[in-house]
DNA sequence: CACATTATTTTGAGTTTTAAGGAGAGATCG
DNA sequence: CGATCTCTCCTTAAAACTCAAAATAATGTG
C-alpha cells in the first residue's frame, strides 16, 4: 500500500539543503561577504562553508565581486548573490487592470506593465490576457538575462479569497467570479514544467510578506499587516516571516469584525463591520456628512472626490477633511488595539490608502491603541507606514519567490 | 569576539535529534507498534529504526511490552513509550488555591493537592507554599517511579501576562501582583538544574496545549481556544501544536476586543468589551435583570447564585436562565465570528464557564458565526467542547512538557 | 627578503543514514 | 514431523556530510 509520505525524515541531504539555505539566506543579507565571514556568522566550519560556496558558484547562484584587501593577512574573496541567477514574474488581477513586472534575484524590476481591462461577465478572456501577459514576461526575462538564467517563480495576487489548499480562487467580490481553479489555469497556459513555481495568494498577504522582506517591515517578527482598498479592507499576519494562513488560507480577513451592532450597513448584510468604518466609503461618507462648507464641496456635488484629494484638503487643513481623517484614525484605532491584544504583534503596518492618510490618522490610532490594548501590548507595538504602494502586490510576490528560493535552493541545483 | 549564536546549523548530530524526535512523536501517537511498522510510517529504513529503538531503550525512554504473532512469519515486537520513563510536575496558581499535580510519561496523574489560600497582599508566603508544593511533587515523583525515572519538566499556569522573554509575570489583575521574575523565583527555589525544565506560561495558553494534546482537539491543526473563567474571558491558538505566542507571549487576550461602543463598562474602563457580555459576570448580569419569575429568584436575592445553578436551571427549562445563555451565546458568537475571520480555524474549543453553558449557547453562536463569518471559514470551522474542566490548565502544562520531551529527546539522552 | 597574518583549500576522521544480506522465530504445508 | 515460507530484526559495508587540522595562498611588515 504505497502512499504518498508527509513526512520528512533526516539525513545527509537534509542537512546539506539546510546549510545551503542558511547560506543564502545570510548572502541575502549581508552581501558582500566573505566565505570566511560568513563561517563566522552562521557558525558553520569554514571548510564547510568553502564547500558550499563552490556548489552556488556552480549553479550561478553565487559570484565574487571584488577582493577586500584592507588590513594584513590574505585578502577576502567578497561574494554576493547573483542577480542573474534567475528571474520571477509577479502579476496583480485587480478590478479594473493585470499588472505584471518581471523581476530578477536582486529583486530589480526588469520589466513591467500595467494593463487596463473593462470587467466582463465573462472571465475567460481575461483569464487569457493574464496568462499571455505571464508568458510575454517570462520570455522578457530570459532575454533579457544571461543564458544561465531560470525562472524561480510565477507569483499571482487576487482581490479575494484562496484556497491554498487546492490553488482555487473561491470568492472575489469586486471581480463577481467563484471557484476558479486558478492554479490549474496557470500551469496549463504555461507549461508542466513550472507547476511546481506557481504561488497564486490573496493580495494583502502578498503585500504583507513584501513588507517584511523589502519594505517597512524588515527586520520585525510579528508584523500585522492592514489595508483598506476601495471598499474593503484587508489584512494578513507574518510570524518570523512566515505568512500566517490558518486552515485553507484565509486568515487575516479583519474587514468584517463586528464593532459596532447598531453601526451602518456593510455589504455583507450585518451592521458595524469594521470595513464600513475605515474603508475609502467611510472617508467619503464623513466628508459628505460634515454639513460644513469645505473646499471639497465641489467634488462632493460633482461626485468625483477622490482619496488623495481628501488627503491634500487635510494637508492644507480644511477641517472637514481632518475631521473625516481623525474619525476613520479612531474607528482604525479601536480596531487595532483588539487585533494587537490577539496578535501581541511588534509592528503594525498600514497599507493602501490608510498609508495616504496615515499622518492625520496616527494620533487617534494611538490614542485609542494605548486606551484599549493592554499595556504591555501596546507599548511592544510600533506603528509605521508602508513603502510600498500600488506596487504592494507584486513587491509581494517578487519577496514570494525569493523567499521560496532562499529557502530551497536545492530545488534549483539540479 | 565570542558572542552567543542563535543560528543553529545542520550536522549530524541535527539529523539524529530530528530522526529520534520523529520516533517519540510516533511511538507516542501509535503505540504499541512493532519496529518494523515504526520505519513503514515514518519512511525510516529499518536499520535505522532499530538503532533508534536501541538507544532509547537504553535509556528506558522505550519498552517493548509484548509480541503480535497474529500472522504469518516472524512475531514482531512491540514498542511502547515506557511511562516511567520520567515524571513531571504541573501546577496552576489560581486566585484562592494552588493545585499541583504530578504525573508520568503516560500523563497518569502519580499525585495531586489542591490547597486553598487566603489571597495576602505579599507575595512571599504564597510563592513559598508553592515552591514548597513543587518540591514535594518532585519528590514524590521520584518515589513513586522506579530508579531509573527522572525529572522532565515543571509547568506552571499563571492568571495572567507571563513575558517568555524574560519569564516574568508582568501583570495578574485577580492576584494583584506585578512585575515577578517568576522563573527566576522557581529555579532559585528548586535548584539550577532544573533551571532548563522550567515552564511558566499563561493558564489559558496551558489549557489549550492540554486540548490539543489530550483533549478535544487532538487532530485539529489550528484550535482557536476561548475560556471564560470568573470576570474574564481568556484565550490562545494552537498552530500545528505550537502555541502561538506574539512577540512576547502575550497573544490571545481577546477579553477586551470592543464589541459595542456603547456597552457596559469594563474594569478595563471601555466600554462594550466582549468580557463584559460573555464572562459569568455577563450571565449573571442578564439572569439579575430578567424581570421575570425564576427558580433562581432566591438564590438572586441572597447573592448565592453559581454558574452550576443557571445551568441546572436552563436544563429545567427555566427561561430566564435559557435566556441568559441564548443572549451571551449570541455575544459568543459575534465575536468568534470576528476570530474565525482572522485565524481561519478548523477548532474552536470552548472552555471554563463557556464549556458549561454551551448546550444552551450552540444554536445562537453557531447562527452569529455563519451570519458574520466569511462562509468558507465557517464552514471549515468545527465547534466543541473542552474535554478538560477544572484541571485544564494542569493538564495542559503536563501537554507542555511532554511535547518538550517528544519534540528534543536528545536533552535527555545525557 | 624572511616572517607574520589572514583567507581559502585539501585531507582525513567521525557520524549517520541507507541498501543489501543474513539470522531468528513462528506459521503453513506436504 | 520436517521443510519451506514469511516477516522481523540485526549486521555490515558504502555513501554523504560536517568538522578539525594541516597545507597552501596572498598580502603586509620589518
Redesign the pocket.
Known sequence: MPHTRPIR?????L??EI?LSLMMKHLHEHAPV???NLAEIIG?????V????TELTNHNFVSEIG?D?T???????LLTLNPTAGFMVSAQLNVDSISVICANFAADVLWSTREKFKLQSDQQPVLEHLTSLLRQAIQMGQTLQPDKTRLFGVALGLPGLVDQSTGTLLFAPNLGWRDVSICRILTDALGQNVADLVFVENEANMAALGEYFFGAARGFHQVLYLSAIGEGLGGAFVNHGQLFRGKSGFAGEFGHMTMDPDGELCRCGNRGCWETQVSQTAIFRHVRQAGQSSVLDEAIQTDTLTIPMVVDAAAQGDPVALHAWEQVGHKLGIGIAALVNAYNPDLVVLGGILSLGSQFMLPAIDAELHQRALRWTADATEIRIAKHGADACEMGGVAMVTQSVLLHPERFLG
Chains 1, 2 share one sequence.
Open positions: 525524515t533526516a539525513d545527509q541531504a542537512v546539506r546549510n566573505s566565505r570566511a558553520l566550519n569554514k571548510s564547510t568553502s564547500s558550499l560556496v577582493i584587501n588590513g594584513i593577512g590574505r585578502p577576502s574573496r
